[in-house]
């Protein structure tokens, strides 16, 4: 019996890989020079990290968590997201402690949510996301999106638009909070069951419901930058003025409001307007989370990230038809002819490599012709031949595959004539 791949799942072949490869390498590039460092967490946590910091009302706990009990009777969650880990991980660890503040933090893996899959959307995926904790400047929060945006420009990406929104301080929150219970309870019967349930627990929560986006009532919902009381406003005013300086166009939306519950003041999405990207625009997510630290059992350290995931930032490179630069030419091919010389490439194959020469040689028994074909297929730039004669008289013969030329070398110098050569090109 034959066992497929997981639905919602994905295998990431050689070809593909690359392109992976090369789009954490742009982001960790970028993440060193803004000081970000590398956190790695575990893929699974106690479920109730999830619960309590994510959110009870949130998507994700309600319905997305593959939850399971260990064999010792502890409820244990893959991860869904990564801020609540992180953040966990920064009190656990009193990164609070450290004298470089704030602590600036990035991560890549995979999270797992129990969604229904379609394009864009799996159950297995790989989120990169940033976080930033320890400051409640507005210039972090510039900071944590010009970082993203310099990502996605990098990986060429041009037809992106940044959302952002501010969900103010718990008071504003607070004044906003009544304001929405009085505008949808008359009429909070023509919702969906999870908004019922929202009212009273996270109304918030309503404005980002999906069933119910149509209805009229959102439309008409009181806009929460209403609500900012002044530190709020004058804090949002500042992180605009700053994204303006730094030549990051971006719109103003009211009623984004993000799927976690933890998040204040700022909160953003980038969206990519690419035709045929697909119903799912969004990019990235982020936004700023100033009681989570105190939440978990540390001090009141505020904080702010974002998440991308790497499928849709690849499905958005592949709509926007983006070039991928990919050099995956072979330095250099060995060809044998005869036993005594086939045994000889064994380790002369290692010297090029030690020396990070890109080498290959025949391990399927070829004869000569097939060796070079197998040599053209993996485009190698030079091809070596090595026959008994040549390996009597120390000698291998070198050809240049792009120019045709060839030559014969003492066997000795082999890797320094590639080296050289290969600089050269
Ligand atoms: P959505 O509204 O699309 O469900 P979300 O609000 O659940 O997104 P976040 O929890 O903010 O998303 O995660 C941040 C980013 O992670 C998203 O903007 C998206 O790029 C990506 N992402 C979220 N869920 C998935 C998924 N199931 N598959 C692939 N990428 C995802
Ligand atoms: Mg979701």
Redesign the pocket.
Same mark, same amino acid.
């Given at each position: 019996m034959s066992v497929n791949i997981p639905r919602g799942t994905q295998d990431i072949l050689p070809g593909t890989v690359e392109k992976w490869q090369r789009l954490e390498r742009i982001a960790t590039d970028i993440c060193r020079t803004y000081q970000y460092k590398e956190i790695r967490t575990p893929i699974f946590e106690h479920t109730e990290l999830f619960q309590r910091n994510v959110g009870n009302t949130t998507?994700?706990v309600q319905k $997305?968590m593959y939850t399971f009990t260990d064999r010792g009777d502890r409820s244990l969650t893959l991860r869904p997201e990564g801020t609540a880990a992180v953040v966990r991980s920064f009190v656990e660890n009193k990164m609070y402690g450290d004298p470089n503040q704030p602590v600036k933090l990035y991560y890549n893996g995979p999270m797992f949510?129990y $969604?229904r899959p379609q394009s864009g959307?799996y159950r297995q995926f790989v989120q990169f996301g940033v976080e930033a904790i320890g400051s409640e400047d507005p210039a972090i929060d510039a900071e944590v999106l010009s970082l993203v945006m310099d990502i996605y420009r990098a990986a060429g990406l041009k037809k992106i638009e940044l959302v952002v929104n501010s969900l103010g301080d718990q008071e504003s929150r607070q004044a906003h909070r009544e304001a929405l219970i009085n505008h949808f309870e008359p009429q909070i019967g023509e919702f969906c069951e999870d908004c019922q349930s929202r009212l009273e627990k996270n109304p918030l929560r309503i404005l980002d419901c999906k069933k119910d986006r149509e209805h009229e009532l959102m439309k008409t919902a009181p806009s929460i930058l209403d609500y900012l009381n002044d530190y709020s406003r004058t804090y949002f005013e500042k992180v605009q003025s700053y994204l303006t300086a730094l030549d990051i166009p971006f719109t103003i939306d009211p009623t984004l409001v993000r799927?976690l519950d933890y998040y204040n003041h700022t909160a953003f999405e980038i969206m990519s307007s690419a035709e045929g990207f697909g119903a799912i625009t969004t990019l990235c997510g982020g936004g700023r989370y100033n009681g989570l630290v105190s939440q978990m059992g540390g001090p009141d350290a505020p904080g702010i990230g974002f998440a991308f995931s790497m499928e849709r930032l690849l499905a958005a490179i592949e709509a926007e038809g983006v070039e991928w630069q990919t050099d995956d030419r072979l330095d250099c091919y060995l060809v044998s002819v005869g036993e005594k010389a086939k045994d000889y490439t064994v380790k002369l194959l290692h010297d090029l490599r030690l020396e990070g020469i890109e080498a290959e040689r025949d391990y399927q028994n070829r004869k000569v012709k097939a060796q070079f074909k197998a040599a053209d297929r993996v485009q190698a730039r030079f091809v070596a031949v090595l026959g008994e004669d040549e390996l009597e008289q120390n000698k291998i013969n070198l050809k240049d595959m792009e120019t045709g030329e060839q030559e014969e070398i003492p066997l000795d110098e082999l890797t320094s004539t590639l080296l050289k050569k290969l600089e050269a090109k």
């Open positions: 998507d994700i $997305e949510r $969604e959307r799927g």
